[in-house]
């Protein structure tokens, strides 16, 4: 099985976007998750 994530670094952010997959081997739902380096919280 092939697992494909994206990153995107830029001023003082990280986010991260991948997507499960679903039972019928198609692409899934979109889970989403950042990270405010800066502000020391989640974006």
Do not use: P, R
Request: net charge neutral; aromatic share 12%.
């Amino acid at each position: 099985s092939t697992l494909g994530i994206e990153y995107s670094f830029q001023a003082g952010k990280v986010s991260m976007e991948y997507w499960e997959q679903a039972k019928q081997g198609n692409k899934g739902a979109s889970v989403q998750m950042g990270w405010d380096i800066k502000q020391n919280k989640e974006s």
